[in-house]
């Protein structure tokens, strides 16, 4: 079983859809979770952290649901720009030296 | 902004040779990582460096080996290059208990 799993979609969606991913972990123990977002042949770039109280940046709200393990990001109002894989990121213990990342889920918004 | 800067986009390569991937940060982060990222797998670790010439292995390290001589460089060496080891290569930087920073990637090719 993989550390960090997602649908790898693509989800496909009209423009100003929301859409919601999850994503699992298997190490009870992960202390730290983010989203990262990737464009195509583009470097990870970090989107948000996400925190056990949940957190909302703008349209996409990431929630933490530990004792089911799970992730969430929502993205609400789906704009064209949001294309892209989104990638699940766990933190191992001792924090950031370790990042573990899940496959990613595509993201694909229509006009 | 941080600048995290990877040597070459594109790199193609044959079988045995010895390959060098330069990495360089310019926010005098300690950490360091190297991944690689193939489809369907998402981003394994090779080998990370949390100080100066201190390195430690990721979850695939087999095959390869790094440097850091200096703070603001990291180097990952493919000893002799074969075919399995084309893929994306990944640099990042991160200062201790922040989220990590990507370079553009270099897309390695061996034949």
């Excluded at chain 2, 703070?71 to 200062?95: D, G, H, V």
Aim: aromatic share 12%.
């Amino acid at each position: 079983r993989k550390e960090v799993e997602q649908d790898p979609g693509p989800f496909n969606v009209p423009e100003g859809a929301t859409v919601a991913f999850n994503c699992t972990y298997s190490n009870s123990a992960s202390q730290s979770f983010f989203w990262y977002r990737q464009d195509c042949r583009k470097e990870p770039k970090l989107l948000m952290s996400v925190y056990s109280s949940g957190n909302e940046d703008g349209r996409f709200t990431a929630q933490l649901n530990r004792a089911s393990q799970y992730i969430s990001l929502l993205i609400r109002d789906s704009k064209l720009s949001d294309s892209a894989t989104y990638l699940c990121v766990v933190a191992s213990l001792g924090g950031y030296n370790k990042l573990i990342f899940g496959a990613g889920t595509r993201l694909a918004v229509h006009p | 902004d941080v600048k995290v800067t990877q040597s070459s986009r594109y790199l193609v390569k044959r079988t045995g040779e010895k390959v060098f991937l330069e990495c360089v940060q310019d926010m005098d982060h300690e950490n360091m990582f190297w991944y690689r990222q193939d489809p369907g797998l998402g981003l394994r670790l090779i080998y990370f460096s949390y100080d100066v010439k201190m390195k430690e292995k990721g979850d695939i390290p087999e095959g390869y080996s790094v440097s850091r001589e200096k703070k603001e460089r990291f180097s990952l060496i493919l000893e002799s290059a074969s075919t399995n080891q084309t893929s994306m290569y990944l640099c990042a930087s991160s200062p201790s208990g922040e989220p990590q920073h990507f370079g553009d990637g270099t897309r390695l090719s061996i034949l």
